[in-house]
């Protein structure tokens, strides 16, 4: 089970760098390009890369499955994990609705 964790964790951490990757390569282009195609093809994508700054249901069911585990999980390694992972996705939901 905490390998499963652990690879579920890597893969959402390399998914967070790809995306925080295309949004922030997306501004640079719009700012920055010198061509008048490449700004125009970087302004049509920014929109699409625009992260929502919200839940879907079964990223909410997660979230509330981690905090009740950190809350009063059985396995004392997964409930740390669980209690450290909460702020961290808490922060990311909050930077989002900041964008």
């Known amino acids: ?10 893969t959402l951490r390399r998914r967070g760098r790809c995306d925080t990757f295309e949004i922030e390569s ?3 282009a719009a700012t920055r390009a010198q061509s008048a195609k490449l700004k125009t093809a970087a302004a049509a994508a920014s929109p699409a890369l625009t992260p929502v700054p919200q839940l879907s ?3 909410q069911q997660t979230l509330d499955a981690l905090k009740a585990y950190s809350a009063s999980g059985e396995v004392p390694s997964l409930k740390t994990f669980a209690g450290e992972l ?3 996705v808490t ?8 964008l």
């Not at 922060?91 to 900041?98: C, R, T």
């Open 57 to 59: 249901p079964a990223q």
């Open 86 to 88: 909460v702020p961290t």
């Open 1 to 10: 089970m905490v390998n499963e964790g652990s690879r579920r964790l890597s």
């Open 91 to 98: 922060a990311h939901l909050n930077m989002a609705k900041g």
């Open 26 to 28: 997306s501004k640079l």
